[in-house]
């Protein structure tokens, strides 16, 4: 599979044979075929890998998604064992081989991103009629369903219609991916509304197990990496919401004191170390508040 230009290589992992590696992600194989998904400490910004690490991104994620999985122990999931080599203690996962769909599964709440981009042009994103009168930051009056087919490495995934999902995979599989996914998204909206985080959009990923045929959700879940995580107390539709996660970084990239600018071809540079603390001070704030468990 192709690299992308500034992530490091992957970690060599005793045993396991390396499959894909993501900005922040990466899969492995087992030699019994199970897979091993490892979150990685690395942060993206304006569609960069930052040259810094967030120190325990990586398990906090990986504790998010299994406690998201906890929540929802109704839907069929990929996760096998949280029991993984030393090097990756915390940050990876046993999980079950799947045959993924490929589309990218993605429901949102509220406009904004690509979704408001898609509005603005034609009143709808996805094939989905909206209101008149929705601005950046809006919440719709209902979750929608807006699929997304993966792009090549360093192109944008490419939003499609319920029409083309359906074309490729088949209606069947189609309408029950758009039902699992809003009916998650839905469930987990709440959940974090109530403890003061908007999860505003995010994306899943299903895969079908090849000896039982159950449909899965794959990959890591309702994370601010997969998700747009917003501070609901200063949620004010009609400008750019802040991220709940990655704000610090933003701020300090687009400020002069970095020296440099999202619409530059040269890679970022390193994070100070303050908001190396801050950005990772946000990310355990998003899992004490979301989990109500201490990290
Ligand atoms: C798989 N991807 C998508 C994040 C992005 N359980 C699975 N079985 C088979 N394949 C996959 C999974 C999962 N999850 C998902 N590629 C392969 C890209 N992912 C890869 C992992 O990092």
Redesign the pocket.
């Known amino acids: 599979m192709a690299e992308i230009a500034n992530v490091p290589p992957a970690a060599k992992l005793a045993g396991v044979e390396h499959l ?1 590696s ?1 900005k922040v ?3 492995y194989r087992f030699p019994d075929g199970r ?1 091993l ?1 490892v979150a990685s400490d690395r942060i993206s910004a304006f569609d960069w890998v930052l040259p810094t690490t967030i120190p325990d991104k990586g398990r906090i994620l990986t504790a998010m998604t299994t406690w998201w999985f906890e929540q929802f122990a109704d839907i069929t999931n ?1 996760w096998l064992s949280s029991d993984v080599p030393a090097e990756v203690a915390g940050r990876a996962m046993v ?4 045959e ?1 769909f490929p589309v990218e599964c993605v429901a949102r709440g509220y406009l904004t991103g690509s979704g408001l981009a898609d509005y603005q042009a034609s009143g709808s994103v996805c094939g989905v009629a909206l209101p008149a009168g929705l601005t950046n930051g809006s919440r719709l009056p209902a979750p929608i369903f807006t699929p997304a087919t993966k792009a090549d490495v360093g192109e944008h995934d490419e939003n499609v219609d319920f029409e083309a999902v359906s074309g490729t995979i088949g209606e069947e599989d189609a309408n029950e991916l758009r039902r699992l996914t809003l009916q998650i998204y839905e469930r987990a909206e709440g959940i974090a509304r109530d403890r003061g985080i908007i999860v505003a959009d995010t994306k899943f ?1 299903f ?1 079908r197990n090849p000896s039982s045929k159950v449909i899965t959700l ?3 879940v309702l994370t601010p990496d997969s998700s747009r995580f917003w501070p609901a107390d200063k949620w004010e539709p009609g400008r750019q919401q802040s991220s709940f996660d990655k704000q610090f970084v933003r701020d300090w990239l687009t400020s002069a004191e970095s020296g440099w600018s999202p619409k530059s071809d040269d890679p970022p540079p390193g994070l100070p170390d303050a908001v190396v603390e801050q950005t990772r001070a946000k990310y355990v704030e998003a899992y004490e508040r979301l989990t109500g468990r201490t990290f």
């Open positions: 894909y993501g992600r990466e899969l897979l998904f990929h999980t079950q081989p799947l993924m990923e895969g794959a990959d890591e």
